[in-house]
Nanobody
């Protein structure tokens, strides 16, 4: 059974940083592309970016480029989203996604709230 478990969300002040983690189990992690998505309140889910099995990274959202980065640890089967210089508009539920030959899987999400 595939499981993706996000952690690291919470309340942070504008300008602060958070690192989200997504621990995977039940799949050949190193061969999967791992993405982060987010869903701001009242809005649709949007794709933040991906780190592929090769290690190449694409950050999709222009507003987070230069502030967010993605990393993976294939030994720990964990993907990370490092978020710096956080803004109130980064407030959202953040989800990780695993995509590979065996299917497409989602975590349950973790809430990030940026507020003073």
């Amino acid at each position: 059974q595939v499981q993706l478990v996000e952690s690291g969300g919470g309340l942070v002040q504008p300008g602060g940083s958070l690192r989200l983690s997504c621990a995977a189990s039940g799949l050949p992690f190193s061969s999967y592309a791992m993405s982060w998505y987010r869903q701001p309140p009242g809005k649709e889910r949007e794709w933040v970016g991906v780190i592929r099995a090769t290690g190449s990274i694409t950050i999709n959202l222009d507003d987070v480029k230069g502030r967010f980065t993605i990393a993976r640890d294939n030994v720990k089967k964990t993907v990370y989203l490092q978020m710096n210089s956080l803004k109130p508009e980064d407030t959202a539920v953040y989800y990780c996604n695993a995509y590979g030959s065996g299917g497409d899987y989602w975590g349950q999400g973790t809430q990030v709230t940026v507020s003073s």
